[in-house]
């Protein structure tokens, strides 16, 4: 069962994305396809990853993603951002959607120490904090955020005093009120507060977020059908593809074919928290974790946003939404996952014989 049952999920997600997107965007389901090919591949490959030389080189690892997440700096930028390296004539790769598995390889070594002392948990953000910078400065405020409350927690599962987490909540809420003044651009500033005044506001910001809860609220139990959709098919939802995918498909598959959706992730994210209690490897468990959390974090942002409980922050729908890196990073995270379990399971056997 252990080792079917990562793969089941993964392609059930499939089907639910390739139709959804052979509904509200045609011309791009058969890249997706193709996405999903690619990371099959990627899962099966990893895999078969031994987890203990993914931890034997984590320096290097490490190294090699910094100098990933250089080199769209020097490109030129895509849609006034810098986020992308092109790999043929209509794939882009986007490093940053690697930076969080890769780079906690590291961290999960700094922190399995006996103690994290305050000298330690400072090298924990000296490891953490130069990738953080390199996908702000592309800019993308989302992935930044994401990668840092997701690596950031691995101080939690840590042996860290309460005094050095206290400090360190005082300084996170001090530079977040810097960032606030100092660091966000008008329009990252402006999807904030047209979230909080939504009602009264008709910006950009604030009216996607409306169309997105039209959308949603109008496929109420059954949904509209396939292609019958009015939001997104008649274009009134922007982005339907990638940030608003759950809004396309709570309106044309109902609040029933939402629900299995959400029901698929919760089933995915819900196992590999499951088997954190079923790994002997310390490392590895800590691996699980962050995965799980990674999807939880994605998956309750796109959501939320969806439906008007969080500002938009352009986080997309793990395996549903549209896009390659994206695709292919989570199909990579969840191959490493599975290669920690499927070790795990020789172990036992071998044990048993």
Known sequence: MRRWFLPSLIGLDVVFSVVTLTSIAPDLAGRQMVFFLVGAI??????????????HNRVLIYLATCLMLVVPLFLDPTRGTARWIPVGDWFNIQPSQFAIPLVSLVLIKLVSHSRMTLARTGV??????????LILIEPDLGTTVIYLVVLGSLLLFSNISAKILVNLSLIIVSVSLLGWLTLLQPYQKSRITS??????????ASYNANQALIAVGSGRIFGRGLGEGVQSQLHFLPEKHTDFIFASLAEEYGLIGSSIVLVLLTTLISYLFFMTNHVSDHYGRLFLTLAGLLLFIQATVNVNMNIGLLPITGITLPLISYGGSSIIAICFILGVAQAIINADTENEGLHIA
């Open 124 to 133: 924990f953000f000296l490891w953490l904090l130069p990738p953080a910078g």
């Open 195 to 204: 979230f909080v005044s939504s009602s009264s506001s008709q910006d950009g």
């Open 42 to 55: 990627v899962f099966f490959a990893a895999s078969q990853i031994n987890f203990e030389t993914l931890m």
